[in-house]
């Protein structure tokens, strides 16, 4: 009976471990400050740096809200045209894609991905630098091309 119980208690631990690694947000990544720049005009956003393969596949999947003038900032090793989904991702997002010279070459606004296959946001032209922030950031600001980013 003993042994039953340590079993059931375990079996217990087991299953919830899953559920909360499989459906739970991810803890933050370390913050950077980024600004966004256009003649004269500097928007400040605070942003979790993805560098590595798996925050990049993970970007902000599970998260039920992002912070005003938050985001994150996906840095790729070298230039090239760039593919997201939002396939997990619960909250719409507006995504920026710069070149090496860090100038805003492409935007696209993004939806959460209710069925599967889920839809691809492309850079138009080859890009090391995606930014992700809430939609409408890219409207309330008025950002377009011509814009650049600074990284601290």
């Not at 739970?24 to 400050?33: D, I, N, T």
């Not at 760039?82 to 507006?94: G, R």
């Not at 296959?117 to 995606?130: F, G, L, N």
């Amino acid at each position: 009976m003993k042994r039953f119980g340590l079993l059931l208690c375990g079996l217990f631990l087991v299953c919830s471990c899953t559920a909360t690694k499989r459906g739970s947000a991810q803890p933050e990544l370390p913050l950077q400050l980024v600004y966004l720049e256009s003649d004269g005009i500097s928007i400040p956003i605070l942003v979790e740096v993805a560098n590595t393969s798996e925050q990049m596949a993970r970007g902000l999947m599970f998260r039920r809200s992002l912070s005003r003038e938050r985001g994150m900032l996906f840095l790729f090793p070298i230039e090239n045209q760039l593919h997201f989904w939002m396939k997990n991702t619960l909250i719409p997002l507006d995504i920026l894609f710069f070149n090496a010279d860090r100038e805003l070459v492409s935007s696209a606004t993004m939806l959460p991905c209710e069925e599967d296959p889920c839809v691809s946001y492309s850079s138009e032209m080859p890009s090391t630098y995606a930014l992700e922030v809430n939609a409408g950031f890219l409207l309330q600001h008025s950002i377009g091309k011509g814009w650049k980013i600074e990284l601290q």
